[in-house]
């Protein structure tokens, strides 16, 4: 053995000397066992975080002899999600030569996979047709938008379509579909016009058209089945029917209501109160034809709540303009004085309810003699002006005389159910701004039912009731 060492040039100073460094070593490495403090991490040395994802610490632990100093160790370095990498954070506990320190490396890296933005579902193509590929739009945590980087290819027999993206850092996403030759889309039917048309009694219904097409058999108009008749005699809602069938026998629909409303019959009693909204009297009379069900007509002014307004045409009254001031001095000084106030009293009731009323009535009638006084032969005039401007006016067959020659609601009954007939219809003058018209109304309503008078609200069907023109 000496002679080994002698051989290879190894005293005995040295090698003594050498016993002493691997001695001091191994001291040294107990006391770094036993007298450092020690750190542990947890999650290890190495962690990954997804890129653009919040760094949140994994933790540590720290101890030295028993004693716990986690709360003594210092966290340096900084992770910085936004930018790829490799990140340090140093954990370091004690101090001078009983210093402890411990690295960690954050790995900041991008693995997830693009989104392709299209369903699972299989794809249907027109038979005897060619799939094309679509653009099929792509989107990256990373590198954003990668539509144009979208790959698109179909399979040898034509039967399967794989789209296919990848991201800069190599993710990469695909999205395979089957490709069937049929046609499951049922043609569509688009009606001309409106799918309610309405009409009245005896206008004769014709269809306002429609057109047929398919994805794969392109125009099938001229193989439209149409069902369903409209007996234009007989008020009430017809439904018309449209089908049609694509080569594939995939079957489209459409549907059309035809509302037919009676004009006139004869024996229809269409109560009209003038004058109002008035509280007190109309929303009694309001409560009364809700309790009796009956829809009337209220030509309305500018006075009086725009709630009552509101109310009438809520419950599905019609309402219909009388003028806005009512003052005949003015109104009847020029045709287009009255226009004005016309317009008015058309625009307060559009701004309450919505409503483009266009069923007037004249201020005293259209037959009233006072508009001479201020313009001769206005009557005349307005009487066929207001047609020419998309109005039909309303005179009255039937007065309650509530506006002058009686106070007693037993008279306004008698003078109205007196005057009703049932050979022709009767337009029946009120004002909802009278009390005893206002008593009387659920009278005359209770007769009307019991005596077989239909009541009704004026509507586009309701032929005008006009008395001569005097002025
Ligand atoms: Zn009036």
């Known amino acids: 053995m000496r002679k080994f ?12 000397g050498g016993i002493f460094v691997i001695a001091f070593f191994v ?21 990954v975080v997804e890129y653009k994802e919040k760094y949140s610490e994994a933790g540590y632990k720290a101890n030295h002899l028993g004693k716990n100093l986690t709360k003594e160790v210092k966290v340096k370095g900084k992770v ?3 930018k790829l990498g490799e990140y340090q954070v140093t954990y370091t506990v004690g101090s001078g030569i009983f210093k402890r320190k411990v690295v960690r490396t954050v790995e900041v890296s991008d693995t997830t996979k693009p989104k392709l933005k299209i369903n699972k579902d299989d794809i249907y193509v027109c038979p005897g047709t060619k799939y094309e590929i ?4 792509a989107t990256d945590n990373y590198d954003g938008d990668l539509t144009d980087k979208v790959k698109g290819e179909i399979s040898k027999k034509e039967d399967m379509v794989t789209y296919s993206v990848k991201d800069s850092n190599g993710n990469k996403k695909s999205i395979t579909k089957k490709i069937l030759y049929e046609d499951k889309e049922k043609p569509v039917i688009t009606l001309t016009g409106t799918e309610t048309v309405y009409i009245c009694t005896n206008d004769v219904y014709k269809d306002p058209g429609y057109k047929a097409e398919d994805n794969c058999d392109k125009d ?8 369903g008749t409209v007996d234009n005699s007989l ?55 809700k309790e009796e069900g009956v829809k009337a007509t209220f030509f309305v002014t500018g006075y009086g709540p725009d709630e009552l307004i509101k109310r009438e045409f809520d419950e599905g009254h019609t309402v219909a303009l009388h003028s806005q001031t009512h003052d005949y001095a003015k109104i009847y000084s020029s045709d287009q004085a009255f226009f004005n106030d016309l317009q008015a009293i058309h625009d307060r009731v559009q701004r309450i309810t919505g409503y483009d009323s266009k069923f007037i009535r004249f201020p005293g009638g259209a037959s009233n003699t006072v508009s001479r006084r201020y313009s001769f032969g206005i009557m005349s005039r307005l009487s066929k002006e207001v047609l020419n401007r998309g109005y039909k006016y309303y005179d009255w067959n039937v007065s309650s005389g509530d506006a002058g020659n009686t106070t007693d609601p037993k008279q306004v009954y008698r003078n109205v159910v007196y005057s009703l007939r049932k050979d022709r219809v009767n337009m029946v003058l ?32 309701t032929t005008m009731v006009t008395q001569r023109v005097n002025n």
């Open 235 to 289: 008020a009430g809602d017809y439904k018309i029917t449209y089908k049609v069938k694509d080569e594939a026998g995939n079957e489209g629909e459409a549907n059309r209501t035809v509302k037919v409303s009676s004009g006139d019959v004869v024996g229809t009693v269409y109560l009209t109160f003038d004058d109002g909204p008035n509280e007190g009297t109309t929303n009694v009379i309001l409560d009364i034809l």
């Open 27 to 47: 001291i040294a490495f107990f006391i770094h066992l036993v007298l450092l403090p020690q750190i542990e991490l947890k999650g290890g040395k190495k962690i």
């Open 220 to 227: 099938l108009t001229s193989k439209v089945v149409v069902e």
């Open 134 to 137: 679509e653009k099929v739009e």
């Open 5 to 16: 060492f002698r051989k290879i040039g190894i005293t005995k100073p040295l090698l003594i």
């Open 430 to 461: 009120m004002h909802d701004i009278k009390p005893y018209t206002r008593d009387a109304i659920r009278d005359i309503i209770h007769y009307c039912k019991e005596n077989g008078y239909q009541i009704k609200k004026i509507d586009n069907c």
């Open 80 to 82: 910085n999600t936004d």
